[in-house]
């Protein structure tokens, strides 16, 4: 079946260091690929997505490309803040005709100190 | 703003008791899910609904059952809670797409369920 795998954490940083977060999928098809985040006490929001290979999604500063030769979707940011301390979620979507629905991955928590 | 909301933020429980958790969007979305969340485990799906009065399987349905009622309600049910579904329960929404394009799902807040 689908899964998602990513780096088990916590990572822990300093404020402007860089971020990367891996990811890597397994799935039939050509899914699209999502990265959550979960701050503290919330729920999940969605940071960026990508729909087909060689798709960047970006947002807050983030980015991650979709790679479909090497199947990963991996994380960055080039210069991370305090407020970036959260849970990080990567999900894959794919259509099926069992039900449309997310796989996620299980999380990686980041902590940056100022 | 898409908004989800969940009726509890936190709640304690007795073994054996019926627990309800309840999910409310907004945006008039088809499709409803419940999800847990363990440390380690990322979140698992329970179940899912596309439409009024319907309900599917998630990956982890043992335990649990789904009310949908209203489009915009979604309702979790625990018939005898225990110990192991101590747990993080989030809900979330997406539209129905078309042609097989992704669905974006948005989550409400979470319910910290403790079962004692």
């Known amino acids: 079946g689908d899964s998602v795998t990513q780096m088990e954490g916590p990572v822990t940083l300093s404020e402007e260091a860089f971020l990367t977060i891996n990811c890597t999928y397994t799935?039939?098809?050509?899914?699209?690929l999502f990265w959550y985040v979960q701050y503290p006490g919330e729920g999940l929001q969605l940071l960026l997505k990508?729909?087909?290979?060689?798709d960047k999604g970006s947002n807050k500063g983030f980015e991650a490309t979709y790679r479909k030769e090497t199947t990963s979707f991996h994380l960055e940011k080039g210069s991370v803040q305090v407020s970036d301390s959260a849970v990080y979620f990567c999900?894959?979507?794919?259509?099926?005709?069992?039900?449309?629905?997310?796989?996620f991955g299980g999380g990686t928590r980041v902590l940056v100190k100022p | 703003d898409v908004k989800v909301t969940q009726s509890s933020r936190y709640l304690v429980k007795r073994t054996g008791e019926k627990v309800f958790l309840e999910c409310v969007q907004d945006?008039?979305?088809?499709?409803m899910f419940w999800y847990r969340q363990d440390p380690g485990l990322g979140l698992r799906l329970i179940y899912f609904?596309?439409?009024?009065?319907?309900?599917e399987k998630g990956d982890i349905p043992e335990g649990y059952s789904v009310s949908r009622e209203k489009k915009e309600r979604f309702s979790l049910i625990l018939e005898s809670a225990s110990t192991n579904q101590t747990s993080m329960y989030l809900c979330?929404?997406?539209?129905?797409?078309?042609?097989?394009?992704?669905?974006?799902?948005?989550f409400g807040p979470g319910t910290r369920l403790l079962v004692l």
């Open positions: 799935a039939t098809g050509y899914p699209s």
């Open positions: 945006m008039d979305h088809e499709n």
């Open positions: 999900a894959l979507w794919m259509l099926k005709a069992a039900g449309n629905k997310l796989t």
């Open positions: 990508a729909t087909k290979a060689d």
């Open positions: 609904s596309y439409d009024v009065k319907m309900k």
């Open positions: 979330a929404s997406s539209f129905r797409t078309s042609g097989g394009a992704a669905e974006t799902q948005y």
